[in-house]
């Protein structure tokens, strides 16, 4: 009997707490194409993770389904669109994909190429829907801050207030709890765009006492736009100049809270600790010529110290999102590559430990893109220059191996070329967010410049002070 119990319990307690998403949708352009929808970690350390993934058949059918707690906004790449949408829990969405459109082999090339970013359209849906709410509102909001961006900066936009009232008369009768804080966190950055109001005024009277919203994009991205550097904003006011020292010195979450709460506007401190994790954030990448950085072991210390005391479990991720996000990458500073073997131009399988005894110069390209091409030009001329102290080892990402065997035969280049068949995650391995991508190696195979200057003034300035310094 308590077993039967015990059985029905756990089924209604699955019936109660699993939020079942599902998306379908049929679109004969993308048969047999694979659909892959995101969402990020937080909304402060903004790194895409896989949420669901399926192969559209050869009609054109797809259908994905998964498990949220909150709502949440997603998206998905379509050739040249990031299609995104908002979803919430126990909802189904019967979604109409954009007009096919495929990069083109310049975009492909391309490392910065912007995708354009579009809502995507839920079939019959009224205008009550979240997403149709959003992209309503959006469309008149942009819109406005296009062309009166100018006026509203010089507080000078006497269309404003009578802006606002129109909009939140249109959305009087919306009942959606999140597009209603969406609403106010859109007009609160307007309000603190046309007064130049500061974060510590924004923070007493829109964040203080007010609920965290940690899936609002709204909420969030006013909040990362008020506490941007927010460790050496408030360390440059009055009440802040210790915190540097709370953070190099006393390396502690408490020091750095007795020094916010000199402010009346950081006397909560729930709402300090997401403050001081945008913070921490912040400072691991903080690197302006002529002012002072962060040491990373302090800053480890104090986000592990966090990861023991917060206690909301939202906060708690964020903090670990940040460890992964600055600490779990393979190129750090002193660390050896991780065990990585490819084929070179003559076949031959070749570990990248094995390039040793000089310094190693290693690029990431593509034998199509003009940037990449300019490069190995360059360095055609350093290695007969630097052979005894640079090893060159370029590492091509084309699809076809025997693309780079003719390319390296027709310019007849003479240093060592490996392509990535053997292990395409090579880009996710060596952190390679745009091509052409170049690291430095020591003579022990260590990582000494995990984000080299390309081959050029800027790189032999930096080698030459790599040389003097290891004298």
Known sequence: MKKIIAFYFILLYNIIFSQNVKIIGIDKNYANDTITFFKYNDLINNEKIVLASTKIDSLGNFY??????????????????????????????????????????????????????????????????????IRTFDYYYDDY??????????????????????????????ENKYFKDYLRYKFYYLDFLSNHKDYLYITQYYYKNQPILYNNVAYMQLFNNLYKDFFFEFGNSKNGKNIYSNIVISKSPAAIKNTMEKEIAFNNDTLNNLI??????????????????????????L?????????????????????????????????ELPEIILLNQDSVQTKLSSFKDKYVLINVTMTGCVPCQRDMIQISKYVEKYERQIQFVTIVVNEDFETMKNFVKAKNYEWTFLHYGLNKNILKILDVEAIPKYILLDTYGKIILPSAPPPGEQFIIAFRKILINSK
């Not at 492909?108 to 997403?131: C, M, R, V």
């Not at 006497?158 to 909009?167: G, R, V």
């Open 303 to 335: 986000t592990d110290s966090l990861i023991l005391q917060l206690k909301i479990p939202a906060q708690n991720q964020i903090a670990k999102n940040i460890t992964d996000k600055f600490n779990k990458k393979a190129l750090i500073y002193g660390k």
């Open 145 to 174: 801050i296009a062309v009166r961006f100018n006026l509203i900066r010089q507080s000078a936009d006497n269309k404003l207030d009578s802006f606002i009232i129109s909009l939140k008369k249109y959305f009087k009768d919306s």
């Open 64 to 133: 994905l389904n998964f498990d949220i707690e909150n709502t949440e906004f997603i998206f998905t790449y379509l050739g040249v669109y990031k299609a995104e949408m908002y979803i919430e829990p126990n909802k189904t969405y019967t979604i109409k994909l954009p007009e096919k459109k495929e990069k083109e082999t310049k975009d492909k090339l391309n490392p910065y190429f912007k995708y354009t970013a579009i809502l995507i359209g839920i079939e019959e849906s009224d205008k009550a829907e979240l997403n149709n709410l």
């Open 276 to 301: 001081i994790l945008k913070g921490l954030h912040d400072a691991y990448s903080f690197n302006y010529p002529n002012l002072p950085n962060y040491p990373k072991p302090q800053l480890n210390q």
